[in-house]
Each structure stands twice: as C-alpha cells, then as structure tokens.
T-cell receptor
Framework: SQQGEEDPQALSIQEGENATMNCSYKTSINNLQWYRQNSGRGLVHLILIRSNEREKHSGRLRVTLDTSKKSSSLLITASRAADTASYFCATDAGDMRFGAGTRLTVKP | GAGVSQSPSNKVTEKGKDVELRCDPISGHTALYWYRQSLGQGLEFLIYFQGNSAPDKSGLPSDRFSAERTGGSVSTLTIQRTQQEDSAVYLC????????????FGQGTRLTVV
C-alpha cells in the first residue's frame, strides 16, 4: 500500500517559474524524502528531511515538513526544462513507502 | 559494484511461467526494498529486508510472489505462474541501516507477460 499522496498529479509551468508539489501522509514517520524519476526507471534521491526538522534547502530545492498536519511540500525555484520529470515523496517509518507522484513539465 | 544492479533489464515471459528477478545492492547496505511500478503509476511497495529477514511482507500481492535475501546481500524476487497483470517495472533499492539515509535505486527490470 502507498503511504504518501502527492498533489497535484500533474503540473505544467514555464521555464523560470517556481514549481510547488505537496505530499500528505498518514502515519508517524522517521523522515520524509523526495525523489525524482526520469523516463520510468530508477529514482534519484533529492533531499531528506527528518521528522524534527521543519525546513531544508538544497540548491534550488526547498522542502518543508509539518508533522502536525502530516504534510510536506517541495519547491523548485527558477525551474528549467531539465527539471521535467516525476517527483515522489517517500515516508520512512522503518520501511519506505511512496506516493503516486507529481508529473512536472517545464516548458522552454 | 558502485550502484544497485538489477537483472535482467528486460524480461518477456509467457503467461503461467515462473520468473526470477535479481537485485545486487550496494555493498554494506543492510536495507533492501522491492517495488512494482505500472506504466504512469506510483511505486507499489512489495517487501523490505533488514539483513536477511523481511519484517514487512504485507505488500506482496499474492502467494505467487516470494522474495529472499541471502548473506545480507543479493535478493531475488520470484513470481510463480505469471499473469498478464504482473507486467510492470520491478524496482529494487538499498540503503544503510539507518532511518536517516537515502536509498539508491537500480534501473529496474521491465517484465512483460504475454
């Protein structure tokens, strides 16, 4: 079964704009991670936020975590066409469960 | 190896046959995960190993699916009497024994049941 639910399912923006994706989950977690997937094969880790952290930055990525609302958001600033991919959140409560993902399209 | 290796990369099998999918995790990674992904969908959790034991087998879709891990390293996912609905990409990932580390994914095995 899946743990996280991403929102929106699909997002289309212009290059240079910011993209925000949200993730909601159901149970207590140790950490929450965001991954990126190109062309339906292996996933690449983007960023990990621990349950006691509220915000984390990595380059153009900003992740927030609200454990009281059981939700997280991923912000990609100044998007590029190369950011086009599917983005997944994964909750770690001993195992690691993924949501259905957000399909991001960045138009040049 | 440097990364997680999965074999075969692609597998076409006839309905009713058994298949074995293999995952070689990164050396030293004690946690190993199997997922299934249908076209355009999210990752469906199948099973998780900590060392050689599987604390959570709840994701296996039916008793036709089984998985084992030996020596805390290589894992095999076996699907018996394959059905067309088993067609998907099967992904494996590994990580260090900690809740605060990232997982590394293999490139997956694309299984097609005809």
């Amino acid at each position: 079964s899946q743990q996280g639910e991403e929102d929106p399912q699909a997002l289309s923006i212009q290059e240079g704009e910011n993209a925000t994706m949200n993730c909601s989950y159901k149970t207590s977690i140790n950490n929450l991670q965001w991954y990126r997937q190109n062309s339906g094969r292996g996933l690449v880790h983007l960023i990990l936020i621990r349950s006691n952290e509220r915000e984390k930055h990595s380059g153009r990525l900003r992740v927030t975590l609200d454990t009281s609302k059981k939700s997280s958001s991923l912000l990609i600033t100044a998007s590029r066409a190369a950011d086009t991919a599917s983005y997944f959140c994964a909750t770690d409560a001993g195992d690691m469960r993924f949501g259905a993902g957000t399909r991001l399209t960045v138009k040049p | 190896g440097a990364g997680v290796s999965q074999s075969p990369s692609n597998k076409v099998t006839e309905k009713g046959k058994d298949v074995e999918l293999r995952c070689d995790p990164i050396s030293g990674h004690t946690a190993l995960y199997w997922y299934r992904q249908s076209l355009g969908q999210g990752l469906e959790f199948l099973i998780y190993f900590q060392g050689n034991s599987a604390p959570d087998k709840s994701g296996l879709p039916s008793d036709r699916f089984s998985a084992e891990r030996t020596g805390g390293s290589v894992s095999t996912l076996t699907i018996q009497r394959t059905q067309q609905e088993d067609s998907a990409v099967y992904l494996c990932a590994s990580s260090l024994d900690s809740p605060y580390t990232e997982a590394f994914f293999g490139q997956g095995t694309r299984l097609t049941v005809v």
